[in-house]
């Protein structure tokens, strides 16, 4: 992340060692032309942070299907798993787009795309004890030990964004601001475990009430995993192209990106970019 944001000081205060190469810097020019079609070619750096929260529920459901403890307890809302953040990646791309220019406003559509390698691990378990007489014969009370455990994986590999930007000309800097639709490609897994201990302890009567039998389940796994899923969601974020010569404009941005959770889990990624490119 220091190497882009430095990278990107650079870039900002180039045009002024620049201005006795290019033509377009010199004199008292006061707009520079952002209009038109360009393209260009960009790298940077990216993290990203994945809620695993909801990410067992489903296959906890699944193993305790049709059951009274379930329906009783809810156990597969229980929240084993937490937030993780990745390790972070480099990432490579390239962005093309077309701005249209009223004297210093300047608004356009743009597509982005990187190349990312950014994955996040976790696992964990939780163990919860309680009666539950639901469901039960009268002066019954079963007394659970339940112990759930889990892990899951999410791998994001490439990131499209296609936005609308606004921004206002400033000489040859061109502040802006963007939000967009994202779509991500990603590979996951994950896997649940449940097992759990009953035993009865019946109200006191006259006569006594035989307890009921002990209960044993698990452990009993379930899990999915898959490649090559979408992930879908919206993109915002700001930066500045600063131009160089009539056809060269520089740029370094940073930009959000929120996906709607896919099979309980949900990413968020952070980017800051450098880039280069041509307009005409």
Known sequence: MRWVI????????????????????RGTQPTYNWGGFYFAGQIGYSTSVDNFSEATGSNVAFILRNTLIEQDENISSW???????????GN?????????????IVLGLEANYDRVSLTTATAGSEERTFFDSKNLPANHNYFY???VSAQAMMQVTDIATFRARAGVAVSNYLPYGFIGFA???????????????????????????PPLPEMFFGPVAQGRSQDNVYLYGFSTGGG?????????????EL???????YDGIQVSVTSARVGVGLKF
């Not at 798993?81 to 990646?89: A, E």
């Not at 779509?183 to 009430?209: C, F, K, L, M």
Request: hydrophobic fraction near 40%; include cysteine; charged fraction near 15%.
């Open 6 to 25: 430095c990278t990107a000081m650079v870039l900002a205060f180039a045009p002024s060692a620049f201005a006795g190469d290019f033509d377009v810097l």
């Open 79 to 89: 929240q084993v798993l937490q937030s993780t953040r990745s390790t972070g990646s």
């Open 92 to 104: 490579i791309g390239g962005f093309v787009g077309y701005n249209a220019q009223w004297q210093d």
């Open 145 to 147: 030990d339940v112990n």
């Open 183 to 209: 779509v991500g490609r990603a590979s996951y897994s994950n896997t649940a475990s449940v097992e759990y201990t009953a035993v009865d302890d019946p109200a006191i009567t006259n006569p006594p009430t």
């Open 240 to 252: 500045v192209d600063i131009g160089l010569a009539r056809n060269i404009f520089l740029r370094g």
């Open 255 to 261: 930009e959000y990106i929120y996906f709607f959770p």
